[in-house]
T-cell receptor, first 116, second 115 residues
Framework: AQTVTQSQPEMSVQEAETVTLSCTYD???????LFWYKQPPSRQMILVIR??????QNATENRFSVNFQKAAKSFSLKISDSQLGDAAMYFC?????????????FGAGTILRVKS | DTGVSQNPRHKITKRGQNVTFRCDPI?????LYWYRQTLGQGPEFLTY????????KSRLLSDRFSAERPKGSFSTLEIQRTEQGDSAMYLC?????????????FGPGTRLTVL
């Protein structure tokens, strides 16, 4: 079974600075999908960024980018120019290819605090 | 385009009672998922529908849990004879098949407290 590990329970960043959240996963599959979701306090989970494993190019969405290292099974999220609104719980998630099921497997999350 | 909606947002019940939650997915989404999230943890998969067919169920989904999606639109999750261990946030998500990543979009959740 696939597992996702987020080794940083909590991170802090100064406003306007850059922070990197770590995620590693374990799988024997060669094709899969990886996601970062953000869950603000008492609010719903929203998608931040997604990456297809067959794509070598790292995904980027505005201030958010990933460092996808397939051989190392690592999928870190970099947030540039951090803003107060970035404060939230961040979850890394894995999904198998469609034929093997469609569920997301989540890590335990990293709480990100942004200091003004 | 309205997002995924869930009702009720909060439910407090006594142990042994039955509860039912509803999820309305994004209108063009044919896939619907239920997850459970306990405090400080990531969501755990419970079950998944494609249209009205329930295609996968987790071992977490005991016999006391049942989910339906009768017309392939909204879904209900019922918990019978609730236990204190059922206290959690129940999240619903939806997605559309035929897209490369089949990204799941989440609702606000229903927080269940069992006294």
């Amino acid at each position: 079974a696939q597992t996702v590990t987020q080794s940083q329970p909590e991170m802090s960043v100064q406003e306007a600075e850059t922070v990197t959240l770590s995620c590693t996963y374990d799988t024997s599959e060669s094709d899969y999908y990886l996601f970062w979701y953000k869950q603000p306090p008492s609010r719903q989970m929203i998608l931040v960024i997604r990456q297809e494993a067959y794509k070598q190019q790292n995904a980027t969405e505005n201030r958010f980018s990933v460092n996808f290292q397939k051989a190392a099974k690592s999928f870190s999220l970099k947030i540039s120019d951090s803003q107060l609104g970035d404060a939230a719980m961040y979850f890394c998630a894995y999904r198998s290819p469609m034929e093997y099921g469609n569920k997301l497997v989540f890590g335990a999350g990293t709480i990100l605090r942004v200091k003004s | 385009d309205t997002g995924v909606s869930q009702n009720p947002r909060h439910k407090i019940t006594k142990r042994g009672q039955n509860v039912t939650f509803r999820c309305d997915p994004i209108s063009e989404h044919n896939r619907l998922y239920w997850y459970r999230q306990t405090l400080g943890q990531g969501p755990e998969f419970l079950t998944y529908f494609q249209n009205e067919a329930q295609l996968e169920k987790s071992r977490l989904l005991s016999d006391r849990f049942s989910a339906e999606r009768p017309k392939g639109s909204f879904s209900t999750l019922e918990i019978q004879r609730t236990e204190q261990g059922d206290s959690a946030m129940y999240l619903c998500a939806s997605s559309r098949s035929g897209t490369s990543t089949d990204t799941q979009y989440f609702g606000p959740g229903t927080r269940l407290t069992v006294l």
